[in-house]
Nanobody, 119 residues
Framework: QVQLVESGGGLVQPGGSLRLSCAAS??????????MGWYRQAPGKQRELVAG???????NYVDSVKGRFTISRDNAKNTVYLQMNSLKPEDTAVYYC???????????WGQGTQVTVSS
């Protein structure tokens, strides 16, 4: 059984910052071999990839968050982070953590954490 547990969401004013964390656990889950990503889904919209980080540490971002968000991982803690700065109302969404193994093609999702950017 693999579990991804997100934390760090909440209500923040425009221009503020939040850091999301996703802690992974599982008896057969080798965190360091998985690509990790943060997705988000706003009401009435499709889920989109916000940021991804490979097992080797390469990162990619959707254009709308480049320069504002930073994804990182700590393999010793089985945790991936999303630092979100200069938040905008359009960043409001449920943010989901995702793990994907290029080798086994298995993937897992967290339960999601709400981020609301509003004054």
């Amino acid at each position: 059984q693999v579990q991804l547990v997100e934390s760090g969401g909440g209500l923040v004013q425009p221009g503020g910052s939040l850091r999301l964390s996703c802690a992974a656990s599982g008896s057969i889950f080798i965190f360091s071999t998985y690509a990790m990503g943060w997705y988000r889904q706003a009401p009435g919209k499709q889920r989109e990839l916000v940021a991804g980080i490979s097992s080797g540490g390469s990162t990619n971002y959707v254009d709308s968050v480049k320069g504002r968000f930073t994804i990182s991982r700590d393999n010793a803690k089985n945790t991936v982070y999303l630092q979100m700065n200069s938040l905008k109302p359009e960043d409001t969404a449920v943010y989901y953590c995702h793990a994907w193994s290029p080798r086994t093609k298995s993937d897992y999702w967290g339960q999601g954490t709400q981020v609301t950017v509003s004054s």
